[in-house]
């Protein structure tokens, strides 16, 4: 049973950062592309960011800039470092990643979700 562990939510005063990580539990597996999703109260959920296995990356246009992805292969680990946090970035942070197993077959996993709460 494949589960992603997210850790690095918080409560942040605007103009502060905050660092997320995720990563899968378990084995027998591989890991393609990982991404960031967030989700304000009453709001879908929308994409932050994506990172390939291959380390190309694509932003939400009201991130770019100011978030960076990134991620460690070896430890099958995505980061999220967010810099100039603003109230507006205040939602659940939730991470996707790609996996295929070993057994066969790919399929799309998500993590439980981590608050971040920027103050004015």
């Known amino acids: 049973q494949v589960q992603l562990v997210e850790s690095g939510g918080g409560l942040v005063q605007a103009g502060g950062s905050l660092r997320l990580s995720c990563a899968p539990s378990?084995?027998?597996?591989?890991?393609?592309?990982m991404a960031w999703y967030r989700q304000a109260p009453g709001q879908q959920r929308k994409l932050v960011a994506r990172?390939?296995?291959?380390?190309?990356?694509n932003y939400g246009d009201s991130v770019k800039v100011r978030f960076t992805i990134s991620r460690d292969n070896a430890k099958n680990t995505v980061y999220l470092e967010m810099n100039s946090l603003k109230p507006d970035d205040t939602a659940v942070y939730y991470c996707n990643a790609e996996i295929r197993m070993y057994t066969g077959g790919s399929y799309s996993y998500w993590g439980q979700g981590t608050q971040v709460t920027v103050s004015s």
């Open positions: 378990g084995s027998g597996f591989s890991v393609n592309d």
């Open positions: 990172i390939t296995s291959g380390g190309r990356t």
